[in-house]
C-alpha cells in the first residue's frame, strides 16, 4: 500500500496543473500507537512548511461515526491541505528539510489517501 507519492504520481499532479490552488485530501489510517508520531509530523510540518510554501491547514480532524461505508473503509483522520498551486506542493516535498521530517508520517500511517482535489465553482 503507497504511503507517500512517487515520483511518477507528482510528474501526473503538474501535467494536470492549471495554475490554481489546491487542497490536499489525506486520508489517515494509524499503525497501532503510531498518532504520537504523526503529530509530531504535524507539528513540525505546520512550523516550517506551511509558511514557506504559503499552504494553509485547513482541517485536521479524526473519524468518527461513519454512516455509510463498507467494512474497512473507516478512517482514522482526515487532513485537509491548502496550496497555492502545484508547483508549492511540489517543491515542498522536494525539500531536503522536509525529507528530514517525512519518515514521522510514513512510519505513522499503516495505510493513506493523498489526493489532490481543486475548487468547484457552484454558480
Known sequence: MAIDPRGTDLKRLMA???????????LLRFAEGNRDAYNEYVRLFGETFLERYGAELIYFGDGSTVLAAEPGQEWDAVVLVR???REAFSRMVADP???????????????????????????
Not at 494536470?16 to 489525506?26: A, H, K, R, S, Y
Not at 493513506?112 to 475548487?119: C, E, G, R
Request: glycine letters at 10%.
Open 16 to 26: 494536470e496543473d492549471d495554475g490554481g490552488p489546491l487542497v490536499m485530501l489525506n
Open 97 to 123: 528539510e522536509y525529507h528530514e521530517i517525512s519518515h514521522l508520517r510514513t512510519g505513522a500511517l499503516t495505510e493513506a489517501v493523498l489526493q489532490a482535489t481543486v475548487p468547484r465553482d457552484l454558480g
Open 83 to 85: 496550496y497555492p498551486d
